[in-house]
C-alpha cells in the first residue's frame, strides 16, 4: 500500500490539531502543484488560524515552521517502517499455519512503534509552545477551551439526534 502525501500530512496536522494549531498555517502546506491539500483546507477552516490569532513574529513562525518540516521528516520515515510492518502482519494471515509468536513480536513492535509516534507528536508540540510567549500561551488556552467546549457541544447535538432517531 502506497502512503501518499495527504496520509502524512494528516498525522501531522494531528499533531498540531492536539494544540488546535491548523497545520495549514505551516509553511510547506502545498502539495507540488502549489494547491493546499483538501484535509488541510478543511483544518483550517474549522479551527480558524490559531496561529494568525496568536499574531506570530516572522521569527516565531520561522520556528515553528523549522519544527514542523523536522516532524514531517521523521513522520514520512516512521511511514515507511509502518508499510514494511503491514505487509510483514499480512504475510502471518497468508501462512498455512499460524505463527503465534511472529504475531505477538509483531503487535508488540507496532505498539512500540505508536509510542514513538506518540511521543515524537508530544515533542513537537511542547517545541512549538515554547515559541510562544507568555501572553500568546494564555491566548491559545483560550481558544482550545473555546473549541472544546465547541466540539462538546457538537458531540452532544450528535448524540442527541441519533438517540431521537432510533425511536
Do not use: C
Not at 496520509?7 to 509553511?27: E, G, L, N
Amino acid at each position: 500500500m502506497n502512503v501518499s502525501k495527504l496520509t502524512v500530512q494528516k498525522m501531522i496536522a494531528v499533531t498540531a490539531m492536539a494544540m488546535a494549531i491548523p497545520m495549514s498555517a505551516y509553511a510547506g502546506h502545498h502539495d507540488e502543484g502549489g494547491k493546499k491539500q483538501h484535509s488541510e483546507m478543511r483544518h483550517h477552516h474549522k479551527h480558524g488560524g490559531m496561529l494568525k490569532q496568536l499574531d506570530l513574529t516572522a521569527e516565531q513562525q520561522a520556528q515553528v515552521d523549522q519544527i514542523v518540516q523536522k516532524q514531517r521528516t521523521e513522520m514520512k520515515a516512521a511511514m515507511k517502517d509502518r508499510r514494511a510492518h503491514r505487509d510483514e502482519m499480512k504475510s502471518i494471515v497468508e501462512q498455512d499455519t499460524f505463527d503465534a509468536a511472529k504475531a505477538e513480536r509483531l503487535i508488540a513492535q507496532q505498539q512500540e512503534q505508536e509510542r514513538a509516534t506518540k511521543l515524537s507528536m508530544l515533542r513537537t508540540q511542547h517545541e512549538i509552545y515554547k515559541v510562544l510567549t507568555p501572553e500568546q500561551r494564555e491566548k491559545a488556552k483560550v481558544i482550545r477551551a473555546e473549541w472544546k467546549e465547541k466540539m462538546t457541544d457538537r458531540y452532544n447535538k450528535r448524540k442527541a439526534d441519533s438517540s431521537s432517531n432510533a425511536m
